[in-house]
């Protein structure tokens, strides 16, 4: 028996090497550069099938078939609303730079197109992890990261163990850019952003039906205690005071417990951060036990269009995405018109943000003129430039300045309120 | 085959696996050799529990993931990796113990469904107190090379494969494996089932958080509560019932076939990889319940025609025989 087992053993071990020796062909999305179809490679003038050569003795050697770029983004899970809008973002500018010529890279002497490898991390940060580690030995210039705090965090340490350029929207955890990490850039508000644009946005409110009292759910991840933290401080900051701070393990189903406190504390203003299955779970209950805060900040599952879904219950409340096709930032409208055509609707939050970082890849390899991992990620900090995003330039920390639209949904809509002079429509107060 | 051309293949196999580290750094193939080696090393450990006294736990992770907890504390906090994982070790056998005695006055069912009570709630415990994400600091992210964790993973699989090997032949192994057999028999005849049960229970533990050392030394970045999932608990499982429960291959085999098979699984497949593993579990369990080791040797019987009778049919004769006898 022992003598079979042996074989069976060595035979499986003998699998393990073939499996190892045979090179990745699993697990991934590959798109096309400007079609959208799997595993063709265009070039960027002729819009035709073939294979890019070097272009007049273009000192790199020969040129490859495309510039290789690897997301992980949650395309199922908890995520998935969000994830959906990042996944469109990277498609729509991946495919409309391919199709204005693709990126030139002095290197070679030619215009690549981008070819987006896209793979679903099912929101699950670990996932996030091995699936870059695959990334990682296949030749992309750089990770586009996915939505939601907990798989960048996971993400960019990888990305900085690889030395390779992380770039990512749909996460405020300022934490992560206090690590001391050179790769990862992230043009997006941060905590800090949001916890004071709320204040500013409230002190618009006339002052005789102001609200005041301040009741926070803090979902328990290390953004929660971050944001909750910031909140806290800057309630104080602007005079407003909190007298609700309850905590929830994400995922939680039952908040019948955390609202009747709420509502026993009479808080007017209600700042909340949960994953989009905990936000819908929190304001159904709401409804169901007939209690809405009279100003609602979801800060991340309201930019998730079935947020409709929940009725009046959801209406009038508030997100904070990054992001509104309002603001008016050149390249908004094509992109918004597309979206139309594609959704029916004006593009939803983070696509913006996401579409914002193609464009910033693709601005920084042209800068770089090679495909060369650190100088990649050199031209990225040193950008400046005009986004779908606004004006981008990166801090040493990787964190940009960048406005903090706050959205309101009202009447199945997302109206840009805050900033005044870019707002779409009004704050409503109180919140139907 | 002579013992000696037994462990001459087992050595060559071992060489082959410690060479394999110095000729490649591919991170690919590095990367899944220590995931086969940990998840190895996990199902042996609870083979030792499952298999070898037949308590079934579906608690396993808590144990795999209080060695990495401790483990990646003290070793990120300046302790040296060696202390580090002693202490996880030592300190993750005395919980068990602790846990054991009241868990192993269920039976049955009763036991599997009390650890995994015990398991979910360690994990939304551990979750809520230690919410933030465990990243390798800058400097050793910049340095990190698979090298170290792949031998340090290999070392504690060889290790956890050693201790079952010895258990299954020792004194203390016989035991457990009469009270797998039939409890009150063994009470009968002077094997005291709750001190062989809870001796599997610590043992299995501990070589669990050894596992559990090896993902926090090798993971540059994970939410600490990540190792107490449940599905390091069922992966363990699925891989011991797959390769061969209660024999020393069958959680190597397992492994090798589970990790090798999720990773090469096409784009399309990959999201239906539970789903793939349940209906392979459940057929395995139906049509092959020796696991892959039992179908090998029945493969080699077949090819050799002239090879001993397979383990399934040598039970069924073993069966009739003790009937005939009764």
């Known amino acids: 028996m022992r003598k079979r087992t042996l074989l069976v053993l060595l035979a499986v071990l003998a699998m393990i090497l073939a499996a190892c020796g045979s090179g990745d062909e699993g697990g991934d999305t590959t798109t096309t550069a400007d079609s959208g179809s799997e595993e063709t490679t265009t070039t960027a003038d002729s819009g035709g099938e073939e294979t890019t050569t070097t272009a007049d003795g273009g000192a790199g050697g020969e040129a490859p078939e495309s510039i290789k770029i690897g997301a992980v983004v949650p395309i199922t899970g908890p995520f998935a609303g969000g994830g959906a809008q990042v996944e469109r973002g990277y498609r729509y500018a991946v495919e409309a730079i391919n199709e204005a010529g693709g990126v030139f890279v002095e290197e070679y002497g030619v215009a690549l197109p981008l070819e987006l490898d896209l793979r679903d991390d099912a929101s699950d940060p670990n996932q996030t992890t091995s699936i870059m580690e695959e990334l990682g030995g296949e030749d992309i210039v750089a990770y586009l990261g996915g939505f939601g705090s907990p798989v960048h965090a996971a993400g960019t340490a990888i990305a900085e163990r690889n030395q390779i350029a992380y770039l990512g929207v749909a996460t405020a955890l300022q934490a992560l850019h206090e690590q001391g990490y050179q790769y990862y850039f992230s043009p997006f508000p941060k905590s800090p952003d949001i916890a004071i644009s709320v204040f500013e946005l409230l002190d618009t409110i006339p002052e005789d039906i102001r609200p005041s009292r301040v009741g926070i759910f803090q979902e328990t991840t290390d953004w929660g205690e971050e944001l909750g933290a910031l909140w806290e401080d800057a309630a104080q900051q602007f005079g407003y005071e909190v007298v609700l701070r309850e905590t929830y393990a994400p995922g939680s189903t039952d908040f019948t417990d955390i609202i009747l406190q709420a509502q026993a504390q009479d808080v007017e203003i209600l700042l909340s951060l949960p994953t989009p299955p905990d936000g819908f779970a929190i304001y159904q209950q709401m409804g169901e036990l007939g209690w809405k805060a009279p ?138 | ?156 699989l060889v290790v956890t494969v050693v201790v079952s090997i010895w258990l299954k032949q020792s004194r203390l192994g016989l035991g457990m494996m009469a009270v797998r057999d039939d409890e009150e028999a063994a009470g009968a005849t002077g094997v005291g089932p709750l001190q062989h049960k809870l001796s599997a229970f610590v043992i299995s533990a501990a070589l669990a958080a050894l596992a559990g050392a090896s993902f926090a030394y090798f993971s540059v970045s994970y939410y600490p509560n990540f190792p107490f999932s449940v599905v390091w608990t069922f992966e363990a499982i699925t891989v011991v019932f797959i390769g061969g ?37 459940i057929l395995v369990v139906l049509l092959l319940p020796g696991g892959l080791v039992e179908g090998g040797q029945r493969l080699l019987a077949a090819l050799s025609r002239k090879g001993p009778a397979p383990p399934a049919q040598q039970r069924e004769t073993a069966e009739k025989e003790e009937g005939k006898r009764l």
Do not use: C, K
């Not at chain 1, 609602?296 to 079935?306: G, M, Q």
């Not at chain 1, 990649?376 to 801090?395: C, E, H, L």
């Not at chain 2, 579906?58 to 990495?68: D, E, K, N």
């Open chain 1, 295 to 432: 100003f609602n900040l979801v800060v991340r599952a309201a930019d998730v269009p079935t947020w409709n879904d929940l009725g009046e219950a959801g209406e009038g409340v508030l997100l904070s995405a990054g992001w509104h096709p309002a603001l008016g930032f050149p390249g908004i409208e094509e992109m918004n018109q597309r979206h139309i055509d594609e959704e029916g609707r004006p593009a939803d939050p983070v696509v913006g943000g996401s579409y914002s970082l193609v464009q910033i890849l693709a601005a920084a390899i042209e800068s770089a003129g090679t495909l060369d991992h650190q100088a990649v990620r050199d031209a990225i900090a040193a950008t400046d430039m005009m986004t779908v995003a606004g004006p981008i330039t990166f801090r040493e920390d990787g964190t940009s300045p960048i406005t903090n639209p706050l959205m309101q949904r009202i009447g199945g809509g997302v109206e840009l309120v805050w900033p005044a002079e870019a707002a779409t429509q009004e704050l409503v107060y109180p919140s139907p």
């Open chain 2, 1 to 156: 085959m002579p013992s000696v051309v037994r462990w001459t293949i087992v050595l060559l196999l071992l060489a082959g696996v410690v060479v394999l580290g110095l000729v490649t750094d591919d991170q690919r193939i590095l990367t899944i050799a220590i995931q086969v080696f940990m998840l190895s090393a996990l199902a042996s450990s609870w083979n030792i529990l499952g298999g070898f006294a037949g308590q079934i736990s579906l608690g396993h992770a808590v144990f795999f993931g209080l060695g990495a907890l401790v483990t990646r504390e003290m070793w990120l906090g300046g302790t040296s990796l060696v202390l580090s994982v002693t202490v996880a070790v030592v300190s993750t056998a005395l919980v068990s113990a602790i846990l054991g005695v009241p868990l192993l006055r269920f039976r049955g069912i009763y036991f599997a469904i009390g650890t995994l009570a015990v398991g979910v709630a360690v994990f939304l415990t551990i979750g809520n107190i230690r919410p933030g994400i465990s990243s390798l600091p800058v400097d050793a992210l910049r340095e990190y090379t698979f090298t170290g964790p792949y031998y340090f993973t290999l070392a504690v």
């Open chain 2, 245 to 281: 429960l209660g024999t020393i291959a069958g959680p190597l085999v397992g492994s090798a076939f589970f990790v090798i098979l999720r990773d090469t699984l096409p784009s399309g497949i990959q999201e239906l990889q539970v789903v793939l593993f349940g209906v392979l579990f």
